[in-house]
């Protein structure tokens, strides 16, 4: 049946013919290279073709994937009983496969696997590492101070905290910490493009991509890995508010007053659309949903100022 249906490999994967010539020393060498790179085809596992799936796909039958959450809206219901999280205004929700975690404003954690996070926004311009666990500050760190009031901040990887201000430079340092303790916070380049404050960030490892909005109507795309400048993601009418980064497409969302701004990730534009929907529509947070690249019915959610999403 594999013959049949084209589905077979080279003669020297399989343990049987490579058995049969494995006297000769150049064809043994060259079956134990191809075994070595490719792997080698197990014996015949099944003599009988696999019975049919059983419940085959009919007309109506649930499909294989849940129907994504916003195309039944008027199905969500508020939690029966809500409860308190965080002291504070929530800044930063991740959604993990077993839990849900919620941190304060102007903390983000280092990682998704990690218990550590990074804090800004005290009177004196300095930050703090804590212990989400334990909610303690283990180490605070004064080398924000000469940057002015920091606004925003982003962690791609447990040893890179990104931050810009009230001084309008973009910082990138590097951080090392292990156990609850901080080892060492050090500049690694300022990334200079911007004239006024900036107000929000968004950060992609895996496209290498770095995203700053700021209060003098820019936004500007730097390379991470290079930390230099891309290009500029212009056209923005007021400051920019709110920024997100698809990580399977690369596309950039932006934000500004009520409109949202969709762009390539080499800073093309590809719309631009008015969300609003009420008297006081500014766009305050935006994000992607990201079931799968191929997946027509993701989409964009935005939060705005009047409390619509």
Known sequence: AAVE??????????AQ?????SKDPLIRSTILG????????????????????SGSKKEGSTPPHPTPFFFKLDKLKTTVQPFRLTRGPVGQIL????????????????????TCFFTWGFPDNSCAFGNYATEKIFAVCESLC?????????????????????SSPVCVWDVAVNKDKLSHMKLRQPLYG???SVTCLAVSEVHSLIVSGSRDLTCIL????ELSYITQLAGHTTGVSALAINDLTGEIASCAGP??????????LLTCTDTSCGPQADILCVSFTQRHEWDARNVIVTGCADGII
Not at 40 to 50: A, D, G, N, R, T
Not at 259 to 268: A, E, H, I, N, V
Request: proline share 10%; net charge positive.
């Open 5 to 14: 249906s084209v589905n077979t490999f080279h003669p020297y994967f399989y």
């Open 17 to 21: 013919r490579g058995r049969q010539n």
């Open 34 to 53: 191809y075994v070595s790179n490719f792997g080698q085809v197990p014996k015949q596992l099944f003599p009988k073709p696999h019975p049919p799936r």
């Open 95 to 114: 959604c993990l496969e077993k839990e849900v975690l919620v941190l304060e404003r102007n903390r983000v954690l280092l990682s998704p696997l990690s």
């Open 146 to 166: 000469d940057w002015g009031a920091t606004l925003c901040a982003a962690c791609p990887n447990p040893t890179t905290v990104i931050t810009a201000g009230t």
């Open 194 to 196: 911007h004239t006024d």
């Open 222 to 225: 730097w390379d991470m890995e």
């Open 259 to 268: 409109l949202l701004y969709l762009w390539t990730m080499r800073g093309q």
